[in-house]
């Protein structure tokens, strides 16, 4: 007869639902008016709790009981016992009300945080006036809060290579360190086994760099390495149709959110129409990331031409490249090589698109580079020219580069890495631990010894030699320190993966210490891209690593903790002045925060730079704070990235100089907090981020409470 009756369950929800139906027919195509209906909760539970908590700091646990049944009921609410938390005794608190038709009712707890991570849960139960609550139970209610400890996270990850070959066992003993001054109770260690070079990135490709993002440059970290990932899951036939899938998803999103274009003239820059012009390193970078993803998502071809229209008219009579735009990466700033450094990186982005050999843009821009290059001096332009050449197949101008980077090569325990001159990175802006920059143009050296038109009987044992030194620099996702060396690095990884692919082989991997740990993973051709993870129970610890078989297995050990922040400036400098209103108990309290910052290192100016708040438990970032009101009103072009914000508030800066810069925002309390907690800021270099500066002052402590509550 034409109609159809259809039975659905709406979702458990107080809410008002619009329903929409169409039908298809052979002759056409049928749309119903859409109608409406409310669902509602005869009897639901509300708890209300800040987002994170410091270890020690004390709140207001809220539990409402909203009833909209027709008869009145006694309910009982309770907050279940867990060791994560202390409830203090209240004698005049009630656990019991009556509650009537559309009434509510708040139970109140405080409670205090004791562990690192919590969770509470809230029962609560309902009857009939005349029973004494002898009637139907709700169920437990659960609510995750995250419980913190105000101390920087540190995480050290470890990659150890294991050959075993001919049913061999082979075996590395395993340490795990901590500092003196690691927070109790905050460490966590644990160990992943896969038996392929790149199966960490691919696990994670959608966050490889645990940094914020925003400006262009950054946000191509999203989109250039998978597709060195897909090329490389290829070539080596390992690419599923739901690997497939998740990658080109990841790709779409990371064309959804590329580089703005710089006015009408198809270049790209690093913060859009502010910026006023196009910038030459970031446009090269996108139109070959562009040209090179053509292959699994679609890209339209014009923005690829307009780009390369652009850089072919900021080409300089000598062949080289004007440099447009800021620079915000590290090495190609304050060097005399600059023209010729911003000149390889553009000539190697061409080739990677397929610019013809022979046409115009390319020849000029080789010769430009060919009458340079025995007048270079500095170790990274050495490294990309070098690609540059072996891409070009100027075997006789990439083997001379290759040889002067030998004799700067450093080599250790099988290892071999570059890294730049005292006198190109001064020793007042080194981290602990890998430069970025080391780790980038050591990637390119690998790829320009992989790209060479003919390969010497040694040049794998060398390739080997540096890729066993950028696996130990990966951080436990897979990726680097920063963007661009994450970029270069992953890309060099993926051609020595395909470069030495086998699908022979597997083994037994063992993890075994003296205190009784012990787990076993098996790694074969239909496990190779499966990354296989274990929490280590004992940290500090000894541990050993114990392969049986014929395979290459790759063991990556991480540890993370909390240490109290650094005192001492190295790179900047950083004050922090706070100012406390509306503290009568009618209006929103809200804490004004002054951020003073300088830069304090061997350059004249910074490279970009983050500066990081964490905000106070319990309050949020102000609707109407002057950081947001003031953003786009300044010369010096602050980009605002906001993200977790009830936890962290993040802003980019261009650069900062020896003069201090001000930067004042308002925080609201939206629930009060006993015992809190301060809070840190943190500033540092987004390519070298290791130089950072911390300010522990964002708080009021007692005084706090002793002023407004």
Same mark, same amino acid.
């Given at each position: 007869?034409? *109609?159809?009756?259809?039975?659905?369950?709406?979702?458990?929800?107080?809410?008002?639902?619009?329903?929409?139906?169409?039908?298809?027919?052979?002759?056409?195509?049928?749309?119903?008016?859409?109608? @409406?209906?409310?669902?509602?909760?005869?009897?639901?539970?509300?708890?209300?709790?800040?987002?994170?908590? /410091?270890?020690?700091?004390?709140?207001?646990?809220?539990?409402?009981?909203?009833?909209?049944?027709?008869?009145? &009921?006694?309910?009982?609410?309770?907050?279940?016992?867990?060791?994560?938390?202390?409830?203090?005794?209240?004698?005049?608190?009630?656990?019991?009300?009556?509650?009537?038709?559309?009434?509510?009712?708040?139970?109140?707890?405080?409670?205090?945080?004791?562990?690192?991570?919590?969770?509470?849960?809230?029962?609560?139960?309902?009857?009939?006036?005349?029973?004494? &609550?002898?009637? @139907? *139970?709700?169920?437990? /209610? *659960?609510?995750?809060?995250?419980?913190?400890?105000?101390? /920087?996270?540190?995480e050290f990850s470890c990659y150890t290579f294991i050959l075993s070959l001919s049913g061999n066992m082979a075996e590395e003993p395993v340490s795990l360190h901590l500092p003196d001054n690691a927070v109790k109770g905050s460490a966590r260690a644990s160990i992943s086994i896969s038996g392929d070079l790149l199966g960490k990135a691919l696990q994670n490709l959608d966050h490889l760099v645990q940094m914020p993002h925003g400006c262009g440059e950054q946000n191509m970290v999203l989109f250039a390495p998978i597709v060195y990932v897909l090329q490389y899951l290829e070539k080596t036939r390992q690419l599923t149709p739901e690997i497939k899938e998740r990658a080109t998803g990841f790709l779409r999103n990371g064309k959804d959110n590329r580089p703005p274009l710089a006015p009408l003239d198809g270049s790209y820059s690093v913060f859009g129409q502010q910026d006023g012009e196009g910038n030459t390193w970031l446009t090269a970078f996108v139109v070959k990331s562009f040209g090179q993803a053509r292959k699994y998502i679609y890209i339209d071809d014009k923005n690829i031409q307009d780009a390369l229209r652009w850089l072919e008219q900021n080409q300089l009579p000598s062949g080289c490249f004007a440099t447009k735009g800021t620079l915000f990466h590290s090495s190609l700033k304050g060097s005399v090589d600059d023209e010729i450094s911003l000149g390889a990186y553009v000539a190697a982005a061409l080739l990677e698109l397929g610019q013809p050999l022979k046409g115009k843009l390319m020849q000029m821009t080789l010769r430009c580079l060919q009458q340079a290059v025995h007048n270079v001096t500095n170790v990274y332009t050495e490294a990309v020219l070098a690609y540059a050449f072996a891409l070009a197949g100027d075997y006789e101008t990439t083997q001379e580069l290759l040889y002067k980077l030998e004799e700067q090569a450093i080599k250790s325990g099988g290892q071999i890495h570059w890294s730049p001159k005292p006198s190109s990175l001064a020793s007042t802006d080194s981290w602990p631990g890998t430069q970025s920059v080391d780790v980038e143009l050591t990637a390119y050296v690998l790829m320009a010894y992989l790209s060479k038109p003919r390969m010497h009987a040694g040049d794998m044992t060398t390739a080997g030699g540096i890729v066993a030194w950028l696996a130990r620099q990966q951080n436990a996702y897979g990726g680097f320190a920063s963007t661009q060396d994450t970029v270069v690095a992953l890309q060099a990884l993926a051609k020595y993966a395909a470069r030495t692919f086998s699908t022979s082989g597997q083994a037994l991997v063992r993890v075994k210490s003296q205190g009784g740990f012990g787990r076993a993973f098996q790694v074969n051709r239909q496990k190779r891209l499966l990354v296989q993870e274990a929490a280590?129970?004992?940290?500090?610890?000894?541990?050993?690593?114990?392969?049986?078989? *014929? @395979?290459?297995?790759?063991?990556?050990?991480?540890?993370?903790?909390?240490?109290?922040?650094?005192?001492?400036?190295?790179?900047?400098?950083?004050?922090v002045n706070t100012e406390l209103t509306n503290c009568s108990q009618a209006d929103v309290r809200v804490l004004t925060v002054h951020i003073l910052a300088s830069y304090i290192g061997s350059r004249v100016t910074s490279n970009m730079v983050m500066v990081e708040v964490s905000l106070l438990s319990g309050f949020t970032l102000a609707p109407r704070s002057r950081l947001l009101e003031n953003i786009q009103a300044r010369e010096d072009k602050v980009a605002m990235s906001s993200f977790s914000p009830s936890l962290i508030i993040s802003f980019h800066l261009h650069k900062l100089n020896d003069e201090s810069q001000t930067f004042t925002l308002q925080l609201e309390q939206v629930i009060q907090i006993k015992n809190l907690k301060p809070a840190s800021i943190k500033v540092y270099d987004y390519y070298q981020p290791g130089g950072l500066q911390i300010s522990p002052a964002l708080g009021l402590g007692a005084g706090f409470q002793v002023l407004c509550l």
């Open positions: 007869n034409g *109609s159809r009756s259809v039975q659905v369950t709406a979702p458990a929800a107080a809410a008002d639902w619009k329903v929409k139906a169409f039908c298809l027919a052979g002759r056409g195509f049928g749309l119903a008016p859409a109608t @409406s209906l409310r669902t509602v909760q005869p009897f639901f539970v509300d708890v209300t709790l800040p987002y994170s908590v /410091i270890r020690g700091e004390t709140f207001v646990l809220q539990a409402t009981v909203f009833s909209y049944l027709q008869q009145c &009921v006694q309910v009982h609410v309770a907050l279940a016992k867990s060791s994560d938390f202390q409830v203090e005794l209240c004698r005049t608190c009630r656990d019991r009300e009556c509650l009537c038709a559309e009434e509510a009712k708040t139970f109140m707890w405080n409670v205090t945080a004791v562990q690192l991570g919590m969770s509470a849960r809230v029962g609560t139960v309902m009857g009939n006036l005349k029973t004494e &609550v002898k009637g @139907s *139970s709700v169920p437990f /209610i *659960s609510a995750s809060l995250v419980s913190l400890v105000r101390c /920087i996270w540190f280590m129970a004992e940290d500090p610890g000894q541990f050993l690593l114990q392969v049986h078989g *014929s @395979s290459c297995v790759f063991a990556q050990t991480v540890l993370r903790y909390h240490e109290p922040p650094p005192r001492d400036a190295v790179t900047f400098t950083l004050r």
